[in-house]
């Protein structure tokens, strides 16, 4: 471990959005492979998919249970999308960014604003775009998980997620997979040196300036 990877900081929330098929998922899911950041899995009340796992890839509750979170003041931001609701629970994310790891968030621009207006020296924002419609139509009926209605509906909402595209930070097109994840590879590896985020600088230059070379 080198001196400078040593100095301490706060978790940084990698924030990433997109229309539905562009890629976040693929991208989030190479990203915890890493090993070195932490998921915020929401709860949602869509219905499971047959890819999915309980606990891991979301918390699937009924619609009853999720406003009852969220009227306990349970989540750090909710938005209804397509038609189901989605929260992220907030005491994971206070507890994970305290103990200096950071977490990837999945959510969408509703949840991205919320989140901005409460925490954002800690957000790093990136949305993610698909190379053209034609090829999102392409990969939401590739991925074969939802009925063509579902297809058809996220098609339709595209556009209004798009129209978002510059509230955030940074914008990757993922049109080439490797290309895209090395682009938020850079992001993430920049964003982890910002001298704000790192609390423990002063201390180290204090050190510094202090030794009687
Ligand atoms: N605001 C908010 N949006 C979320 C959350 N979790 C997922 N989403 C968004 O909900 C939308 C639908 O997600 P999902 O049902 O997994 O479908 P997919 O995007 O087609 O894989 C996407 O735009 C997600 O980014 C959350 O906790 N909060
Ligand atoms: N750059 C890419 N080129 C081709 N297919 C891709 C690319 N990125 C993702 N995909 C595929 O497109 C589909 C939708 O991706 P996914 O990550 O589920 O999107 P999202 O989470 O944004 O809805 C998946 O089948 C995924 O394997």
């Given at each position: 471990?080198?001196?400078?990877?040593?100095?301490?900081?706060?978790?940084?929330?990698?924030?990433?959005?997109?229309p539905?098929?562009?890629?976040?998922?693929?991208?989030?899911?190479?990203?915890i492979?890493?090993?070195?950041?932490?998921?915020?899995?929401?709860?949602?009340?869509?219905?499971?998919?047959?890819?999915e796992?309980?606990?891991?890839?979301y918390?699937?509750?009924?619609?009853d249970?999720?406003?009852f979170?969220?009227?306990?003041?349970d989540?750090?931001?909710?938005?209804?999308?397509?038609?189901n609701?989605?929260?992220?629970?907030?005491?994971?994310?206070?507890?994970?960014?305290?103990?200096?790891?950071d977490?990837?968030?999945?959510?969408?621009?509703q949840?991205?604003?919320?989140?901005?207006?409460?925490?954002?020296?800690?957000?790093?924002?990136?949305?993610?775009?698909?190379?053209?419609?034609?090829?999102?139509?392409?990969?939401?009926?590739?991925?074969?998980?939802?009925?063509?209605?579902?297809?058809?509906?996220?098609?339709?909402?595209?556009?209004?997620?798009?129209?978002?595209?510059?509230?955030?930070?940074?914008?990757?097109?993922n049109d080439?997979?490797?290309?895209?994840?090395?682009?938020?590879l850079?992001?993430?590896?920049?964003?982890?040196?910002?001298?704000?985020?790192?609390?423990?600088?002063?201390?180290?230059?204090d050190?510094?300036?202090?030794?009687?070379?």
């Amino acid at each position: 471990m080198t001196v400078d990877s040593k100095i301490q900081r706060r978790g940084l929330m990698l924030i990433l959005s997109s229309p539905s098929g562009a890629g976040k998922t693929t991208l989030t899911r190479d990203l915890i492979q890493l090993g070195d950041l932490s998921l915020s899995v929401s709860i949602t009340t869509r219905p499971r998919r047959a890819s999915e796992i309980d606990g891991v890839h979301y918390h699937f509750i009924g619609r009853d249970e999720f406003i009852f979170q969220r009227d306990r003041g349970d989540l750090l931001e909710w938005a209804e999308v397509h038609g189901n609701f989605y929260g992220t629970p907030r005491k994971p994310v206070l507890n994970t960014l305290a103990s200096g790891r950071d977490m990837v968030f999945d959510v969408d621009w509703q949840g991205t604003l919320q989140i901005l207006e409460h925490m954002r020296d800690d957000a790093v924002t990136v949305f993610i775009l698909p190379p053209s419609l034609t090829e999102l139509r392409t990969r939401l009926e590739r991925r074969a998980e939802d009925a063509q209605e579902i297809i058809n509906r996220r098609l339709l909402n595209a556009r209004d997620e798009i129209s978002h595209w510059d509230a955030y930070d940074y914008v990757i097109v993922n049109d080439d997979l490797d290309h895209a994840f090395k682009a938020l590879l850079s992001i993430l590896a920049a964003e982890r040196l910002k001298r704000v985020r790192r609390d423990g600088l002063a201390r180290f230059v204090d050190g510094l300036l202090a030794e009687d070379a």
